[in-house]
């Protein structure tokens, strides 16, 4: 089975749509799925605007595949409280971390003590239930579709060469790789950028009967967007150089 995870094109968040450069990015992945993936079997799309106007462009390529509207892909709720280094700002994202800030947490990074370590402990409002709440879902989905969560792995209840796509937002995306990488989602908020409209893709491996893992073929791609002639949008990225006039 493939599972893609497709961020929304780039956003207007004033009016939760796109901008007219989302617009095109929509209609530019549109047509590089639809003339590299034939099939996909099922949309799960988050219920904001950004997310349902990408899929609007995706969808009559698709006119068979049902589309499942899921609360659980809403841009990730968590948050945090009284950060260091950051004062004024009331709860910032749980992604929206100072580097410094991480460099002097390495648990964060730890796929086994993230969750129960003092920085997490001291700071964290919801993102560890917000964290839970995601992966069971996303865990329900990957079972009906034929694989169940078994530790780090997945059992074989169905194989098969499905498609299923979820077109969502960065910080819910970076918590589905987490699931399927079994690492810390603090190693992909803080070390990836999936820009607007990217394609991610994942793709199960059944080595042995009846066991599975899932192994990243591409992860952010803007391929779409070199074909189609146009430059990704700066939008999740912050300034190269701390001079440049760009977001800090």
Not at 36 to 56: C, D, E, M, W
Not at 153 to 163: E, F, G, M, R
Request: charged residues 20%; glycine residues 4%; aromatic residues 10%.
């Amino acid at each position: 089975m493939r599972i893609l995870i497709l961020r929304h094109a780039d956003p207007d968040y004033a009016v939760d749509g796109l901008t007219p450069q989302g617009q095109k990015e929509a209609k530019l992945l549109a047509a590089y799925l639809a003339s590299h993936v034939t099939n996909i079997s099922a949309f799960y799309v988050s219920p904001l605007g950004r997310a349902q106007k990408t899929l609007a462009a995706i969808s009559p390529f698709y006119p068979e595949t049902p589309i499942m509207v899921c609360d659980w892909l809403h841009e990730f709720r968590g948050a945090m409280h009284d950060l260091p280094n950051r004062p004024g700002v009331a709860a910032p994202s749980c992604w929206d971390l100072w580097p410094k800030t991480m460099a002097e947490n390495p648990e964060l990074y730890s796929p086994e003590h993230w969750r129960d370590c003092s920085f997490m402990k001291e700071h964290s409002i919801n993102v560890l239930s917000e964290y839970d709440k995601v992966v069971t879902e996303f865990d329900k989905i990957l079972a009906l579709h034929g694989y169940q969560r078994n530790g780090n792995v997945y059992s074989v209840t169905h194989s098969n060469h499905d498609v299923i796509a979820f077109v969502c937002h960065y910080g819910v995306s970076s918590v589905l790789l987490s699931r399927l990488m079994n690492c810390s989602p603090y190693s992909l908020w803080e070390n990836i950028c999936l820009l607007p409209s990217s394609l991610t893709e994942f793709v199960s491996e059944e080595r042995l009967e009846g066991i599975a893992h899932f192994r990243a073929l591409q992860i952010g791609s803007t391929a779409h967007l070199t074909i189609g002639g146009e430059n990704p949008s700066f939008a999740a990225r912050f300034c190269e150089c701390f001079n440049d006039d760009t977001r800090h």
